[in-house]
């Protein structure tokens, strides 16, 4: 039975594996492909139209971890059991990536054709005269990314590959990995005959670290390979139902002090040069130093921060303020139009400043007007232009974009470079797709800070309670490579080089041409303020895909630079990047290419003969709708919009329809996952009752749903 519907989490419609889904509009379509039933006759369609998941028949998992990111590929075969076959349907493919998920590619095989998604220029896509509408793919939460295929016959096979790439979880020395794997029961084939595989194989490389252990992992993993710094783990079986739990891993490093070194990879690109990376770890040890410190959150309290926005912020500086020590200062300025401090100076975190300064900022609410950063920012530079002895470091929270800011980027780089040597570093968090996330990115590259961001509600106290201890828990500052400086063939992505932190190790990449030097010392400051230096020792990436691990972060830096300087050239480069490494950027875009294929077995077949697969016809390419996240929305700002207001409720009807129907069959939502299948009973009138109570009728046929006659006379009583 169902838990009540006001237990359930507010995403719990949400698919929490790759799935795919038949788009169901017309309700006459709805039938078993095998065994046709008896259809009384029905009208009505479905606007939006209702998802039905489908069955899968065989999944494959494989991970590759390369150091802080993983490469995942899933394969599988669904078949469209609820569409008769003289009918056809779209089939929207959901799929759902863990923390920091990037999609790369979706490959789509089919008796008669393939669909394959494939990056091209700017200019390139706009000769393209068939575009997809919104529905038909994008992202429907900003870790989940669909993709429509049009037109599938009722019982085809469905095979499909998803590759994406996400970041691995760091904490205490440990690197942990999940991904989402967890089935709904309903997708199992009812047939309990029918072969189910499950297949999952996980490759580790650690790249300059050594001694790796693991630690712990969700499936029953047996390892069949272990060399230094990498192992592998395979498991494989028949099972009666596909996994119910997401795929979990973790591996520690065994190093207890703060260790590093230098892999490099040849390449053979546009660019004409090799790539270098450097990993620093900060170690296992939890004891160690951190930095007394001199903090300043300045927090945005613009109308649009309305509501949750700012009760999360509030809640995360809180949380914030408690990890202090008593000899840290600190101080808040809140901002709209004008700034408001906490104090006219910094305070020491003693128990009866946090609990004053709790207290302030849970009694701010929001001002309407427009949103003035540059203020606010100058005000907390020169509170920490002073500092001795201590880190100085902004945090900076915002939801909107404003007109100077370039401006104010070329201001707080200048000022940072006179400032000398403990100069402030600058985190920056951003909220929703207002704000422009590239001058976010770029401020806290110009102050050697990090950058984080949260691009729907749920997850705005998660993301910022997590930058906030990473910018707070930094044991190493000033970080210098001393060849660097004296090398002109080498190009470090980062001209500044962020401080390492306790809680994340640091990545140091660019290019090089001709020979890397063979010795390189990495300098920095530690929290005792006493110098610290390190040899790093370096190796060839051989069995290390650089430019493949690395790309999220480049196309992004790139990107955030590009931006800064208006640098057309560099736009190139990204989408170069972009299209070679198959990562969406802001100066690419998404087509689907669609293939005509059929099978031929030459001029006289011989029983046992090979087919041969090929094309029929030129492919048609659709240009899919943009998925990168944009540069802001000054517009959007100016009228205090809030982040996260475009998105929809749900009707009343709908929610009075999920729970009166929970109780009988553990929600008809449940099995047709997707909002489209809640805001289409929100239209329903009495006559059209008839056609849920075909559509439940005939998904009870093939063992889809239970109990669907007394559930569909209740709706039709109401």
């Known amino acids: 039975m169902a838990p009540p519907l006001m237990e359930r989490s507010t995403n719990w419609y949400l698919p929490s594996a790759p799935m795919v889904y038949a788009v169901i509009s017309d309700p006459r379509m709805v039938d078993n492909p095998d065994m046709p039933s008896y259809q009384p006759y029905v009208h009505g369609m479905y606007d939006p139209p209702a998802l039905i998941p489908l069955q899968m028949m065989g999944v494959n998992l494989n991970v590759d971890c390369y150091v802080d990111t993983a490469i995942i590929v899933v394969s599988g075969t669904w078949r469209i059991h609820c569409v008769m076959g003289s009918r056809s349907c779209d089939c929207l493919i959901a799929v759902p ?14 008796p008669t054709k393939s669909y394959v998604t494939e990056l091209i220029g700017e200019q390139e896509s706009k000769g393209i005269g068939k575009i997809a509408r919104p529905e038909d793919g994008g992202f429907l939460k900003p870790h989940i990314f669909t993709s429509t295929i049009p037109q599938i016959d009722g019982g085809t096979n469905i095979s499909i590959k998803i590759r994406w790439s996400q970041m691995l979880s760091y904490n205490a020395g440990r690197f942990s990995l999940t991904v989402p794997f967890c089935f709904p029961e309903y997708v199992t084939p009812a047939i309990k005959k029918i072969s189910k595989k499950e297949k999952i194989e996980l490759n580790v490389n650690s790249g300059v670290a050594n001694g790796i252990l693991c630690k712990a992992t969700s499936h029953p993993l047996k390892e069949i390979r272990r060399h230094e710094g990498k192992f592998s783990f395979l498991y494989e079986a028949e099972i009666f139902k596909w996994s119910n739990t997401d795929f979990r891993f973790s591996y520690s490093v065994s190093s207890g002090n703060i260790f590093g070194g230098i892999l490099l990879q040849s390449l053979y690109d546009y660019d004409q040069s090799d790539m270098f990376c ?40 809180s949380a914030a303020l408690s990890k202090l020590s008593p000899e840290d200062s600190f ?99 951003g909220i929703g797709s207002f704000c422009n996330h590239y001058f976010l990115r770029m401020l806290a590259r110009i102050g050697r800070g990090e950058y984080g961001a949260a691009f729907d509600l749920d997850s705005i106290e998660v993301q910022m309670n997590k930058l906030f201890s990473k910018g707070l828990s930094t044991v190493l500052a000033n970080i210098t490579i001393d060849a660097f400086d004296d090398c002109e063939e080498i190009e470090v992505y980062s001209s500044r080089i962020p401080d390492l932190s306790l809680e994340s190790p640091l990545t140091i990449y660019g290019r090089y041409q001709g020979s890397f030097p063979d010795n390189l010392k990495v300098k920095g400051i530690l929290g005792d303020l006493s110098s610290f230096t390190m040899d790093l020792k370096i190796r060839r990436a051989k069995d290390i895909p650089l430019d493949s691990v690395l790309a999220r972060r480049q196309i992004d830096l790139l990107t955030a630079q590009a931006w800064f300087s208006e640098n057309k050239r560099l736009e190139e480069k990204v989408a170069k990047l972009s299209i070679q490494t198959c990562n969406i950027s802001e100066y690419t875009r998404m087509t689907l290419l669609e293939k005509n294929i059929m099978k031929h077995f030459g001029a006289w077949k011989k029983k046992g003969d090979p087919q041969k697969i090929v094309e029929s016809g030129p492919p048609e390419m659709i240009l899919l709708q943009r998925l990168s996240v944009g540069f802001g929305d000054q517009i959007a700002t100016a009228e205090n919009i809030r982040p996260g207001s475009q998105e929809p409720e749900l009707p009343e009807v709908a929610k009075i329809f999920i729970k009166t129907t929970s109780n009988y069959f553990g929600g008809i939502c449940n099995r047709c996952c997707c909002m489209g299948c809640i805001r289409c009973c929100s239209k329903m009138n009495n006559q059209c009752a008839t056609t849920l109570t075909q559509l439940c009728t005939a998904l009870a046929c093939i063992g889809c749903l239970h109990c669907c006659s007394e559930s569909c006379c209740l709706n039709q009583d109401d």
């Open 97 to 110: 990536m863990g923390n920091q998920g990037s999609i790369l590619g979706v490959e789509v095989d089919l």
């Open 278 to 317: 450097i990993y620093l770890f900060p170690g296992s040890e939890q004891n160690r130093k951190v930095f007394k410190k001199e903090v300043v959150f300045v927090v945005d309290i613009s109308e649009s921060m309305q509501g949750r926005p700012l009760e999360s912020t509030k809640s995360a500086i």
């Open 331 to 429: 101080n808040i300025i809140a901002f709209s139009n004008e700034a408001f401090q906490f104090s006219t100076s910094m305070e020491l975190a003693s128990k009866d400043a946090i609990e004053r300064a709790t207290a302030w900022i849970s009694m701010k609410y929001t001002v309407g007007g427009s949103t003035n950063l540059f203020i606010p920012l100058e005000k907390a530079a020169d509170m920490l232009s002073n500092t001795r002895g201590s880190i100085p470091m902004i945090f900076l929270v915002a939801d909107g974009s404003v007109e100077d800011e370039r401006n104010i980027c070329h201001w707080m780089q200048k000022r940072l470079t006179n400032q000398g040597v403990l100069c402030p570093s600058i985190h920056t968090f």
